[in-house]
């Protein structure tokens, strides 16, 4: 079992930027592909980045390619979404997301195991 906690949500401008944070409890963390996704109100769950076990590789979706960065601290049980240059229709309940595969199929959010409550965050035009 693993218990994901997300912060560092909240209200920016736009071009401004935040860095979200999911602590990571339970087994162990470095055992885990890391995802992030994201729901905005009337909109289906999309997908943001995804990070593999050790952090090697990452996976960013096209939205958000060149503007927001996913990162992890297997020493912290931390995983990271720095999010620069942020847009109106970037606003939505950011969720970070625990799995134990990595491939091509880690951006559907089926590949994952476990699931934070979520983070808001508003970008204001």
């Known amino acids: 079992q693993v218990h994901l906690v997300e912060s560092g949500g909240g209200l920016v401008q736009a071009g401004g930027s935040l860095r979200l944070s999911c602590a990571a409890s339970g087994r162990t963390f470095s055992s885990y592909a890391m995802g992030w996704f994201r729901q905005a109100p009337g909109k289906e769950r999309e997908f943001v980045a995804a990070?593999?076990?050790?952090?090697?590789?990452?996976y960013p979706a096209d939205s958000v390619k060149g503007r927001f960065t996913i990162s992890r601290d297997n020493a912290k049980n931390t995983v990271y979404l720095q999010m620069n240059s942020l847009k109106p229709e970037d606003t939505a309940v950011y969720y970070c997301?625990?799995?134990?595969?990595w491939g091509p199929g880690s951006h559907a959010a089926s590949e994952y195991d476990y699931w934070g409550q979520g983070t808001q965050v508003t970008v204001s035009s």
């Open positions: 997301a625990a799995g134990t595969g």
């Open positions: 990070i593999n076990w050790s952090g090697s590789n990452t």
